[in-house]
Structure formats: structure tokens, C-alpha cells
């Protein structure tokens, strides 16, 4: 092949492969690497966990982004509903239920909702969240004797690796058999970043005992990730620059203007001019003030630099992007709601209420909430709190639950009933689907529709709700009229 069909061939090579894998000028400073999720965590893990709670102190922007994470995901609660055919046994278990979550916290000030939302709270921030399963005694009174410890990841020993007897192995303070499977967590029994005296060694906690809730993001990756990563430098450089700007700002307003003047031969003071304790003249700036400058004197007003016009513009843009990184919208970043109307903060909303689901289902209801009613259901049954025929040969029956989360609010909440109501009208759309969505349980509810109906009844009342004691008020108001 000669010279000229060598280069074509090399040309041709170069042009069929992926641009992204080549190292032109452009890419060539370009550094990655190949490591697996655990290796590049291990050597950050630390550093990113406490800049995230950093920046959450201090930054009303990173604050801002995980509350949003936190009140949208959680709210007021994900709530079970028991799917079993005895209503009976269905009242029982929810009014128990309902009286342990009050008393679900082993620190005593949360209920088991609120555990929820720091369990999200501490994820958003450090990336995961460990709970532990505190079994009580029965002469502590309580309707379930189980409460709930949650820990922060500080207690999973990070730096605990080791290759076990058997084909074990530990993985940042995570043991797992030689089947993969998780078997045991090494937790500090006290914070590391606490002044405590307690034991200072990891202490091996089998893994029944313990959930650890977080997202994971790499298929095989051991520990989670503060969901501001990716967004950690620009947050500080853009709090520095405009903690820089303040200042800046701050300092030009403290000069009002510079008095030029040659100075008296006898260096005493300037007839005209107040002085201060130190003898140097000032000037009182007042409303419609006249002053007179004596001869050779001269005054220059202060002109500080400003910003420029593209100053908001080029902010607004970067909190699009730190909105981006942290995974809300713009608008539940910053309150800034100038710029929207109906369709476009509805579209925002829509796209972040989706990534709340399935974080709902995936990580908070998967990894906390049925784990939780499970080992609740055995200890109530166990303790005696309640009777679940058939519970120890078949559990199954009785962990058939729907989780419902709080229902979210529309921006226009009569366009959306009015949507769901045709939906349900033409079919496409149950009034249990409905109602369910709103967080609400569909049998409860229509028991309360039934008891406020009859309760008009025996009072003679007569709402636009019931369409047949409408049209009978409206039979019986006709009636009258043609009889006069």
C-alpha cells in the first residue's frame, strides 16, 4: 500500500472511532479513571460527607435543596394500609400501628414519620442513613415492644477492609459471606465526632439488626453517596464569589465622597468644617443641604464599579445548574417564582414529583418502611399485642401492605379534580386510584362519607354533594311554589 493510501486508512480509522475516546488536543488533559464505585468512594467518602453537611450549615441553597427533597418525599408521612380480606383484623392492625408510631423513636422525640424524613434528611446530606431495631421488654409498656435508633453513617467504620476465613470479606465496615450476601455491619457504639468516653473499636452488629438506606447509583456499590456531590465545588466557589461581592459592595458604600484641599500653614482647622476626636474635618450630608468649599478646595463623589447588566443573568444561570445538580427546580431552589406561569412550573413539577416516586418506592418504602413493618408484625404477634391466625406458618398474608405517601398539591387543584373526575367517569380510573393518590385510604374515607351523610340525614341537611336530595329539595320547593 503506498504512502497515500496509508494516510487514507488511517484517516478513515480515526474518523470511526467514538470522538469521546480520542486523545486530540482538545481531550488530552481530559484525566479518568477505571476504579470500581467502593474504590473511589473509599478514598472520598469522608471528605464528601463533611463538606455536604458544611455546605448544608451554611449554604441557604444546599439547605434549601434537601429540605425540598425532604418535605416532598416524606412530608407527613408514608403511611401503611393493610390489604387483608378480615376488615376486622385490618381495624386492629392499623389502630395498633397507629398507636406505636408515637412511641417508635428509641431518642423519644420523633414519631415513626419523623424518622422518615431524617432518615431522607441524612441521606440527602451524607449520603446514607443507618437504623437500628432496639427489641424492648414487655414491662416497658409499650403497644409493640420495638423502637427505632437512627444513626448516622459516622458509625459504619469506613476504613474497616479485610479479607475473611471462609471467602468472607469486609467492605468499608460492611460484611458480606462468601456468597455476596450482607451478613454483619462494624458500628462505632458512639459518634466518632463526639467528646465521648465510650469504646473507640468498631463492634461487629449482625446485619438482621440494621438497616442502612441509601441510593445506589453503581451496580455492586457498598455505601451511598451525599447527593451534592456533583455540585460541591461549584456551590462553594459561587458562595465565595458572591460573600466577595457583598464585601465588595459593603466597602464602596462606606466612602460618599474625597475632599481635596491644600492645607492650612498653620495646620489648625479648616473654617467651615466640624471635626472629628482626632481633629480631621468631615462633612454632614443632609437632604437639600448647600455647603460652601473654601478657596482650593475641591470634593469628588465616590463611584464604585458596579456589577453590570449581566450580573443576574449569569447568577440565575448558575443556580439553574446547582438546582440541576441537587435535582430540584429552579423555583424550589431559590422561591424565585417571577418568570413561570401554570404549564411551566407544572412541567418542572411533574419531571421532579416522578424522581421523588420512585425514590419513595425504591429506597425509602423498599429499604425502611416494609423491613419496619415486618419486624414489627413479628413482635407484635410475639408479644402478644395481637392475634394473626396462621401469621408464623404464613407471614406473607399479612405483609401484603400499600405504602401511600402524602398526596402532593397541584398548582391548580380544580383543573386537576376536575381531570381526575372525568377520568374516573369515562373509566380510566378508580375512585379508590383516586383517592389513594391524594394518601388517603379509600375504605376510610367512604366510612367517613357515610357517616357525615347519615348524620345530615338525621338533622335534615341537604348539600350539592348528594345529587338525589338535591333534586328531591328542589321537587319539594317546586311543589310549594305551584300551590301558592
Not at 497515500?4 to 486508512?9: D, E, R, T, V, Y
Request: proline share 5%; glycine share 8%.
Amino acid at each position: 500500500m503506498g504512502i497515500i493510501g496509508q494516510l487514507a486508512s488511517r484517516f478513515l480509522r480515526r474518523k470511526a472511532s467514538y470522538e469521546g475516546a480520542t486523545s486530540t488536543r482538545r481531550l488530552s488533559s481530559w484525566g479518568t479513571s477505571s476504579a470500581g464505585p467502593n474504590a473511589l468512594l473509599e478514598s472520598s467518602l469522608r471528605s464528601l460527607r463533611n463538606r455536604s453537611r458544611d455546605l448544608c450549615r451554611n449554604n441557604p441553597l444546599a439547605e434549601s435543596g434537601v429540605e425540598a427533597w425532604v418535605s416532598n418525599m416524606i412530608g407527613t408521612g408514608i403511611v401503611p394500609q393493610w390489604e387483608i380480606e378480615s376488615a376486622t383484623l385490618k381495624t386492629e392492625l392499623q389502630l395498633l400501628w397507629e398507636d406505636w408510631t408515637d412511641e417508635a423513636d428509641a431518642d423519644g422525640v420523633s414519631d415513626f414519620y419523623g424518622l422518615q424524613a431524617l432518615t431522607v434528611r441524612a441521606m440527602a446530606e451524607s449520603g446514607e442513613c443507618l437504623i437500628r431495631f432496639r427489641p424492648r421488654r414487655m414491662e416497658d409498656g409499650l403497644a409493640v415492644p420495638l423502637q427505632l435508633q437512627v444513626m448516622e453513617a459516622d458509625h459504619l467504620d469506613d476504613q474497616k477492609n479485610e479479607d475473611l476465613q471462609g471467602g468472607g470479606i469486609i467492605r468499608m465496615g460492611v460484611e458480606f459471606d462468601r456468597e455476596g450476601r450482607r451478613v454483619a455491619y462494624h458500628l462505632f457504639p458512639t459518634h466518632p465526632g463526639e467528646n465521648s468516653s465510650g469504646a473507640s473499636e468498631a463492634v461487629r452488629v449482625p446485619a438482621s439488626e440494621i438497616l442502612h438506606v441509601y441510593r445506589p447509583l453503581r451496580p455492586g456499590q457498598v455505601r451511598g453517596r451525599p447527593w451534592l456531590t456533583s455540585i460541591i465545588l461549584k456551590l462553594r466557589e459561587l458562595d465565595q464569589y458572591e460573600d466577595a461581592e457583598l464585601v465588595r459592595k459593603k466597602t464602596a458604600a462606606l466612602f460618599a465622597g474625597f475632599i481635596t484641599r491644600t492645607k492650612n500653614d498653620d495646620g489648625g482647622p479648616i473654617p467651615g468644617f466640624e471635626t472629628d476626636e482626632s481633629g480631621k474635618p468631615t462633612v454632614a450630608l443632609e437632604p437639600g443641604i448647600l455647603s460652601e468649599l473654601e478657596p482650593g478646595e475641591d470634593i469628588t463623589f465616590s463611584q464604585p464599579a458596579d456589577s453590570g447588566p449581566t450580573y443576574e443573568a449569569w447568577i440565575k444561570q448558575q443556580l439553574r445548574e446547582v438546582a440541576r445538580g441537587i435535582g430540584v427546580t429552579y423555583e424550589q431552589l431559590t422561591g424565585d417564582l417571577r418568570d413561570v406561569n401554570y404549564s411551566s412550573i407544572r412541567a418542572g413539577l411533574v419531571e421532579f414529583r416522578r424522581r421523588c416516586e420512585a425514590l419513595q418506592w425504591h429506597t425509602v418504602v423498599f429499604q425502611m418502611c416494609r423491613p419496619v413493618a415486618r419486624r414489627w408484625l413479628e413482635l407484635a404477634v410475639a408479644s402478644g399485642a395481637i392475634n394473626l391466625p396462621g401469621f408464623v406458618e404464613s407471614p406473607r398474608q399479612y405483609l401484603r401492605i400499600r405504602w401511600r405517601p402524602q398526596g402532593f398539591q397541584w398548582v391548580d387543584p380544580l383543573k386537576e379534580v376536575t381531570a381526575q373526575q372525568v377520568a374516573v367517569r369515562c373509566g380510566f380510573k378508580s375512585r379508590a386510584a383516586v383517592i389513594g393518590e391524594t394518601g388517603y385510604d379509600p375504605e376510610q374515607v367512604d366510612r367517613e362519607i357515610a357517616e357525615d351523610a347519615a348524620r345530615a340525614d338525621g338533622l335534615g341537611l341537604v348539600f350539592d354533594s348528594d345529587p338525589r336530595k338535591t333534586a328531591k329539595a328542589g321537587q319539594v320547593q317546586a311543589g310549594k311554589e305551584n300551590a301558592e
